[in-house]
């Protein structure tokens, strides 16, 4: 029986590539290639317009009185010497640091327990608590100085650095609170309850796993609270009436007067107020920097 062999299959035409003409397109600038004006000019001018108020400062304040010289020579300290010995100073400056330094240690403890119960626990007025925390932001410090004053009359504070440190207080409290929260909420809840397993109780869990990781945002918190109960000028005008218990922006304020005004004074104890800030800030930047990156994480 005789089989017939298949037809050979014809081999498949090549397919020759078709080459598509290249479009045009137009290379993004990378940030190598901007030209550096375009980076030198604006940075200038905000320089410049930064660092001539401050220039203007050392100015007054290191020039003898009564010179005009745009150069501060012959340099003079007689009015950092004036506003410390004569204007009292010193004792607006000790003032200034017992409020500041009580304020940043209430404010810090009070918000990281208020903290921890808003990141960790839920109740039936945690949203409307949180909501209240954010409005009380929006309501001045000058509406609060009738009913503080009303309270710290009651309770004989009038006139004692205690009024104002629990003014500042309050007032510092919502967003440190709700900063703090959200620092915790950044911690995983694992490694708390790896710690329960092991036999810690809920305290020694956050003070040995939670508390080393929130350092950042205390200091962010705490900083903030320092700076503000150290610049506040309202609540020490109105609560503090004896001129040794007053503090620096009081100080500063006493420096003016209707008929003139000691500029070269003035200047002198702006440095002296400006000075511990920039270097507390100098120190801690790299933990306040920290801190907020960490509380801008949503967690």
Same mark, same amino acid.
């Given at each position: 029986?005789?089989?017939?062999?298949?037809?050979?299959?014809?081999?498949?035409?090549?397919?020759?590539?078709?080459?598509?003409?290249?479009?045009?397109?137009?290379?993004?600038?990378?940030?190598?290639?901007?030209? +550096?004006?375009?980076?030198?000019?604006?940075?200038?001018?905000?320089?410049?317009?930064?660092?001539?108020?401050?220039? *203007?400062? $050392?100015?007054?304040?290191?020039?003898? /009185?009564?010179?005009?010289?745009?150069?501060?020579?012959?340099?003079?300290?007689?009015?950092?010497?004036?506003?410390?010995?004569?204007?009292?100073?010193?004792?607006?400056?000790?003032?200034?640091?017992?409020?500041?330094?009580?304020?940043?240690?209430?404010?810090?403890?009070?918000?990281?327990?208020?903290?921890? /119960?808003?990141?960790?626990?839920?109740? +039936?007025?945690?949203?409307?608590?949180?909501? /209240?925390?954010?409005?009380?932001?929006?309501?001045?410090?000058?509406?609060?100085?009738?009913?503080? !004053?009303?309270?710290?009359?009651?309770?004989?504070?009038?006139?004692?650095?205690?009024?104002?440190?629990?003014?500042?207080?309050?007032?510092?409290?919502? $967003? @440190?609170?709700?900063?703090?929260?959200?620092?915790?909420?950044?911690?995983?809840?694992?490694?708390?309850?790896?710690? *329960?397993?092991?036999?810690? @109780? +809920? !305290?020694?869990?956050?003070?040995?796993?939670?508390?080393?990781?929130? +350092?950042?945002?205390?200091?962010?918190?705490?900083? !903030?609270?320092?700076?503000? /109960?150290?610049?506040?000028?309202?609540?020490?005008?109105?609560?503090?009436?004896?001129? @040794?218990?007053?503090?620096?922006?009081?100080? $500063?304020?006493?420096?003016?007067?209707?008929?003139?005004?000691? $500029?070269?004074?003035?200047?002198?104890?702006?440095?002296?107020?400006?000075?511990?800030?920039?270097?507390? !800030?100098?120190?801690?930047?790299? *933990?306040?920097?920290?801190?907020?990156?960490?509380?801008?994480?949503?967690?």
């Amino acid at each position: 029986m005789s089989t017939k062999e298949a037809p050979a299959l014809a081999p498949a035409p090549a397919r020759v590539p078709v080459t598509k003409a290249p479009r045009p397109h137009h290379k993004r600038r990378t940030w190598d290639e901007v030209p +550096r004006w375009q980076i030198y000019v604006p940075l200038s001018i905000y320089l410049l317009f930064t660092l001539i108020p401050f220039y *203007w400062i $050392l100015l007054f304040a290191l020039r003898p /009185a009564g010179s005009s010289s745009l150069v501060p020579w012959p340099m003079t300290f007689e009015h950092f010497e004036k506003v410390w010995t004569e204007r009292e100073f010193g004792t607006y400056f000790q003032n200034s640091v017992l409020t500041g330094i009580a304020t940043l240690v209430l404010t810090t403890v009070v918000a990281l327990a208020g903290g921890y /119960a808003l990141a960790r626990f839920d109740f +039936r007025i945690k949203r409307a608590f949180m909501l /209240a925390l954010l409005c009380s932001q929006f309501v001045p410090g000058a509406l609060l100085l009738v009913p503080l !004053f009303q309270i710290f009359a009651e309770l004989k504070m009038i006139n004692s650095l205690g009024s104002v440190i629990i003014a500042e207080t309050v007032f510092q409290l919502p $967003l @440190s609170m709700i900063l703090i929260s959200g620092f915790i909420r950044n911690v995983p809840p694992s490694l708390e309850e790896a710690a *329960w397993v092991d036999g810690c @109780s +809920r !305290f020694t869990a956050f003070r040995i796993v939670v508390l080393p990781l929130l +350092r950042p945002g205390l200091i962010a918190v705490g900083s !903030f609270a320092f700076v503000h /109960a150290w610049n506040h000028f309202l609540f020490a005008l109105m609560f503090l009436s004896d001129q @040794s218990k007053q503090t620096i922006p009081v100080g $500063l304020n006493s420096l003016m007067s209707a008929d003139s005004v000691d $500029l070269g004074a003035l200047a002198a104890g702006g440095i002296i107020a400006a000075v511990p800030v920039v270097i507390v !800030f100098a120190f801690i930047q790299k *933990w306040l920097i920290t801190g907020f990156s960490a509380g801008a994480v949503k967690g």
